[in-house]
């Protein structure tokens, strides 16, 4: 997944269980979401593709051995300065970009790729060529159903902006 994709998973999560529960989403939430939904790619990317200090831009950071401790204590930290919901926003965040890194190991069901989830109890999966953003547009194929789910998503997106912008926790003054 890019790094918006990841965002947007996780931020779509949390605003629906936000709205669940009757309550608006703060801004402490946001970012803690949105730091919990990169942190992963944020830390691996860099020590395997620069430095080659780990082998794989999913190993170290991706792992759950290393994930769940990381929510935990940031919960924790957040439960002690009475935001539990920002602790909660993080967790979730940094959980749903390990799904969103492996639905396609589900969707096709390549359990061997799902080892980077215990590194380093597991190896890596081979799998980590670097794709930036130039080679991903490259690939891109412009189709009728793409171009439609294109227009849908842009729709749907300037309706939610548009709905953010009218809100009134928006414009309220900050106490």
Same mark, same amino acid.
């Given at each position: 997944?890019? =790094? /918006?994709?990841?965002?947007?998973?996780?931020?779509?999560?949390?605003? *629906?269980?936000?709205?669940?529960?009757?309550?608006?989403?703060?801004? *402490?939430?946001?970012?803690?979401?949105?730091? #919990?939904?990169?942190?992963?790619?944020?830390?691996?990317?860099?020590? $395997?593709?620069?430095?080659? *200090?780990?082998?794989?831009?999913?190993?170290?950071?991706?792992?759950?051995?290393?994930?769940?401790?990381?929510?935990?204590?940031?919960?924790?930290?957040?439960?002690?300065?009475?935001? =539990?919901?920002?602790?909660? *926003?993080?967790?979730?965040?940094?959980?749903?970009?390990?799904?969103? +890194?492996?639905?396609?190991?589900?969707?096709?069901?390549? =359990?061997?790729?799902?080892?980077?989830?215990?590194?380093?109890?597991?190896?890596?999966?081979?799998? +980590? +060529?670097?794709?930036?953003?130039? +080679?991903?547009?490259? #690939?891109?194929?412009?189709?009728? =159903?793409?171009?439609?789910?294109?227009?849908?998503? $842009?729709?749907? #997106?300037? $309706?939610?902006?548009?709905?953010?912008?009218?809100?009134? /926790?928006?414009?309220?003054?900050?106490?």
């Amino acid at each position: 997944m890019f =790094p /918006w994709t990841h965002a947007a998973f996780g931020y779509l999560l949390l605003f *629906a269980i936000v709205l669940l529960f009757g309550r608006r989403l703060s801004k *402490a939430e946001l970012v803690a979401v949105l730091v #919990g939904t990169q942190l992963a790619d944020v830390i691996d990317k860099p020590l $395997a593709w620069w430095f080659d *200090a780990v082998p794989s831009g999913r190993s170290f950071a991706h792992s759950l051995l290393f994930a769940v401790p990381l929510s935990a204590v940031v919960v924790a930290i957040a439960w002690r300065r009475s935001h =539990p919901e920002v602790g909660f *926003a993080f967790g979730l965040g940094y959980l749903t970009h390990l799904v969103g +890194d492996t639905y396609v190991a589900v969707y096709y069901w390549r =359990p061997e790729e799902f080892s980077f989830l215990l590194w380093p109890i597991l190896p890596p999966y081979p799998y +980590d +060529d670097f794709v930036g953003f130039g +080679d991903f547009i490259d #690939g891109v194929e412009i189709t009728t =159903p793409g171009l439609v789910l294109f227009a849908v998503t $842009a729709v749907v #997106g300037v $309706a939610f902006l548009v709905q953010f912008l009218r809100a009134p /926790w928006v414009h309220a003054p900050r106490s």
